[in-house]
């Protein structure tokens, strides 16, 4: 459960060059002209971005509350 967990946060969380699958996903990533560490992987991370950009613009004060 913690490994799914950790992979729909982020595969950075996941794939160390331990993993079998390393070598096959950087390899995908170089192609695609991507890091492991591009937040374009974690769909929670892009999210917060848009919320975040959006309450930017409304020039409102914000409070982010992690429960972790």
Known sequence: MQYLR?????PA???TP???KWLNVQNELKESQMSLNDIR????L???KSVL???????TKSFLLGNY
Not at 41 to 44: A, M, N, P, R
């Open 6 to 10: 950790k992979l729909c946060n982020h």
């Open 13 to 15: 969380l996941i794939l």
């Open 18 to 20: 331990e993993h079998p």
């Open 41 to 44: 992987l974690s769909g929670k």
């Open 46 to 48: 892009l999210a917060l």
């Open 53 to 59: 950009m959006k309450l930017r613009n409304l020039k």
